[in-house]
């Protein structure tokens, strides 16, 4: 029952090219930086991610981004990274844009078992009609684009199929963990780390407080141990400001 592994580099070592990950965070919050981190120092190339953003310049996922480990990714935004967007717009990245609830329940679904489900976002756009750009062809053209999805009408309203999403491997982050598994996120930082972590086959959690079983109160958990198989102790994680406001 104890899932606690001794460093980041050895929790992410079977991460192999190819991969696809399902990465928590928010922007910059919750994000699992320290195994990104070591994600990148292992090697592993031609990932297919998931999560909401794709990291900054030169933190988070955007450290593999930037060194060009990341073959696709799925999200709902993608602001705030400038090597995203040349990536993007030159052919080298391959992105799809889904609704940010519809990307939320997709990974859900995934961890629940439901293979697909209908839901109204998108329906009478090109998310749900086909013909978002995937890849650019690097001369302003569209190399792929998304494929037309399923519609049907229940009680007079159409509603468009959307796919679930199970991913190879999940990073995530948590502010606490015992060494059964078991995760508490801090406030905003819960955001999409408990979708992203059911939805991995294997779970990798970053926690900074590690904690033995009993000393998490039941009903507070957020993830329950059964969707996590690793655990890493992180104390004194990096927490950068996305926009940092002060007083003139």
Not at 96 to 112: C, D, F, I, T, W
Not at 217 to 245: A, C, L, S, W, Y
């Amino acid at each position: 029952m104890n899932k606690v592994i001794a460093s980041a580099d050895d929790a992410v070592r079977d991460i192999h090219d190819g991969a696809s990950l399902a990465v928590g965070g928010f922007g910059l919050c919750g994000v699992p930086s320290v195994l990104i981190e070591a994600v990148f120092q292992g090697g592993a190339t031609n990932l297919a991610t998931v999560s909401n953003n794709c990291g900054i310049d030169g933190w988070g996922l955007g450290t593999l981004l930037a060194a060009k480990r990341i073959r696709r990714t799925t999200g709902s935004y993608v602001g705030e990274n400038k090597e995203f967007e040349r990536q993007f717009l030159s052919g080298e990245l391959e992105v799809e844009l889904v609704p940010q609830g519809s990307l939320a329940e997709r990974l859900r679904a995934g961890g629940a078992g439901i293979p697909a489900f209908y839901t109204p976002a998108g329906v009478g756009t090109q998310v749900a009609d086909g013909g978002l750009p995937w890849r650019f062809d690097g001369a302003g053209g569209v190399a792929l684009a998304s494929p037309p999805k399923e519609i049907r009408e229940f009680d007079g309203h159409r509603f468009v199929l959307e796919r679930a999403i199970r991913t190879d491997f999940a990073l995530v982050h948590a502010r606490y963990g015992d060494t059964h598994g078991n995760l508490v996120y801090e406030e905003s930082a819960q955001n999409f780390n408990p979708l992203c972590a059911a939805a991995g086959v294997v779970t990798i959690a970053e926690v900074e407080e590690l904690l033995q079983p009993g000393e998490i109160d039941p009903m507070t958990v957020h993830t329950p141990g059964i969707f996590v198989q690793r655990v890493v102790h992180t104390p004194n994680v990096e927490k950068p400001i996305e926009r940092r406001t002060v007083r003139s």
